[in-house]
Structure formats: structure tokens, C-alpha cells
């Protein structure tokens, strides 16, 4: 059966929101919604200097991701939180986020870490993609300026996952690295906490600046949005190469990985290009890294698409297996097994889940407990 742990056995979410609204868990809770947008992007008392910019002729250029936003001065960045003020970068998405949540790890996706465990969920407004398919677009697709935001520096948040027995804060609904600044001050403070953080991100980071954050990140979800790169961007506004590189350089520093593939319907459901990224995947040393294929739904600017096909899902996942990826999953269907561990060796089932509850745990101490074998992960 299921180990139970003290950092398993959060307040209840009721109880979250009353502690925060009376202040007893030092922060304010703040939900997805809008407020009024701001006439002009101007720095505030959440403003930061940026970490990683340079000077050119034609203004201040953000180095953070691959964009490299050149912005002259009043002019905000492609990712919506980064302003030219005085000839200097700053961001505005610092120590203001937009949604504060206790989630299940299982929700990033994460099945192979800490399962059963809790974690302080942040994010601020904004994203340096622009994907058709956005799921949380009313704060991707935002400023700090346009929503709703608590007060919340990162001191605040690492006491806030203590406080109430979260084992980790998740970077995550929005994309972090548009918060870089933020999500980094955070993360070392939990690090020495002994509090693990985990980054769910579209892994859009030019290589220093990741190489800088990857020690205080323990787990990472990366969205690889398909194998193709006019694909890429047309459906981003992105490129595929970068999040190749962030895949590589998170495995090269030790963070556990998982990749979530979305699967959309005349995008990329292509079987061809799926078998490529998976042959890819193992050629590059990822076949113990879980893969969750994830169900599409009408979101955002595809909403003349269909639900995703299960058949599509499922010889997806076939083709993965037989490509070589040990843990392949499918998102967004629950209560059909398909979120279910299964040893790699002898194909017993380790992990039981119903959507986001594990119902079981046959893995001890990173082994199969019915024939030893290693199942790969983070367990405790």
C-alpha cells in the first residue's frame, strides 16, 4: 500500500483560503481574474532589475529565452512582464503572482516524484509563447499590470509551503520562465529549506540562464510541443531546437524530467512525427524519463478542433513502447488505467492511480517490490 508521510497531509483547501484571507499564512490568495489594464507598462513596487539583458544601439536586449526581446525604452517584452525603463530591463513579474494553489504533484504531470505529496503552486501573468491550443491563456496571454495579484515575495512563499506541509513549490500554469527572476530568488531560498521545486514550462531558456537555475530545480515537466520546427512556429511562435537543448541540459545537471507531448488534432497527431521525437528521445538517453501523451480539447484559438481521438492516443503510446520509452502515459482520460506505473521489467502494475489519487504503491525504495527491478523516479 501507499506510504503516508507528514508533507502528505495538507490543510484542506478551505482552510488555505481562510488562513490566507485572515493572514495567518502571511499572503494573500489570488485567483485568474482579470483586473483594469493599465494605460501604460510602467515599473512598481514589484519591479526588479533584470537578470540577464545587454545593451545595442536599438535598446536594452533580454537575453533570458531565445526571443531576445530588443526593446526601446516604455517598451514591454514579447513575454508581456519585461519593460525598458531608463535604459535598463526590468521585470514586473516579481513577487506578484497571479494564482496561489496547493495541487496534487500528480497534477503537473508528475508521476515519478514524490508521489502523494503536495505542492505550493505559483504563477505570475505572461508567457514567451503564444500557442493556439493555451489552456491558461486568460494569464499567458496578460501583464502583471491586467490581473488580479497577491503580495507574495519569495520569502513569503517558502514559508507558506512549510506552513502548510508542501514538499514542493511548483513554478507552473503560466510559463516560469517568463518570472525567471522570481521563480530563481525562490527556488534558492526553498533549497535551503530543504523544500524541492519543480518548473512546468514550455523549456523555452537560452542555455546560462538555465545553467544557473538547474541546481535549486529538482523536477521539471517540459511541454514538447511537437517534432517539427515550422510546426513549432506556427503553433508557438517558437522554435523546436531550444527545448531540445533545455531537455539535454536538465538531464546533463541531475533534474528528474518528464515531457508532456499534447496531442491536437490535425497539428500534431501526426504518427510519423511521433515516432521521430520518440526515437529521438531514446537516442538521447531519455527512455526512463516518463512521456504523457496529453488529450487535446477545444481551447483558446482552436476551438473548431475536436477532442483528440482515444484511438490517436493510444497508438501513440504504442509507438513509444515500441520505440523504446519505458513509461509512457496518456493525460486528460481518466479512470482507465492509463495513468497506471507499470515495471519495465516484469509489467506489473507499481503505481495505481484514479486521475490524480494513487490507489497503490508497489515501489520501494526505487525497486519493483515484485521482482526488484529499478522503476525510475524520485520516491521519497
Known sequence: MSNKNSHNRPISKREFI?????????????????????EKRELWKWSREAYYYTETP????????????????????????????????????????????????????????????????????????ACLNCQNWNISQSSPHDTRNADLMPEKVVEASLGNRCASIAYTYGEPISF?????????????????????????????????????????????????????????????????????????????????????????DDLDMIRRMCQWLVKNGFENYPLHFSRFHPQYKLTQLPSTPLNTLIEARAIAEAEGCNYVYIGNVPGKGYENTRCPSCRQIVVERRGFAVLSNHVKDGKCSFCGADVHGVWK
Open 18 to 38: 481562510r488562513r490566507v484571507a485572515f493572514g495567518t499564512c502571511g499572503l494573500m490568495c489570488a485567483g485568474f481574474i482579470p483586473a483594469m489594464s493599465a
Open 58 to 129: 536599438r535598446g536594452v536586449m533580454c537575453t533570458l529565452c531565445p526571443n531576445e526581446c530588443v526593446l526601446r525604452p516604455g517598451e514591454e517584452s514579447d513575454c508581456y512582464n519585461r519593460v525598458n525603463h531608463n535604459g535598463k530591463l526590468y521585470t514586473i513579474a516579481y513577487g506578484n503572482p497571479c494564482a496561489v494553489h496547493i495541487d496534487p504533484i500528480e497534477k503537473k504531470p508528475l508521476l515519478h516524484f514524490l508521489p502523494e505529496s503536495h505542492a505550493l503552486s505559483i504563477a505570475t501573468a505572461g508567457c514567451n509563447f
Open 180 to 268: 525567471y527572476e522570481y521563480m530563481f530568488d525562490t527556488a534558492k531560498r526553498a533549497h535551503g529549506e530543504n523544500v524541492k521545486n519543480v518548473m512546468v514550462s514550455n523549456g523555452y531558456i537560452n542555455r546560462k540562464p538555465l545553467e544557473n537555475l538547474a541546481p535549486y530545480i529538482d523536477a521539471a515537466n517540459i511541454d514538447l510541443k511537437a517534432f517539427d520546427d515550422s510546426l513549432y512556429l506556427k503553433l508557438t511562435g517558437g522554435s523546436l531546437q531550444p527545448v531540445l537543448d533545455t531537455l539535454k541540459t536538465l538531464k546533463e545537471f541531475g533534474v528528474w524530467i518528464e515531457i508532456t507531448n499534447l496531442v491536437v488534432p490535425s497539428w500534431t
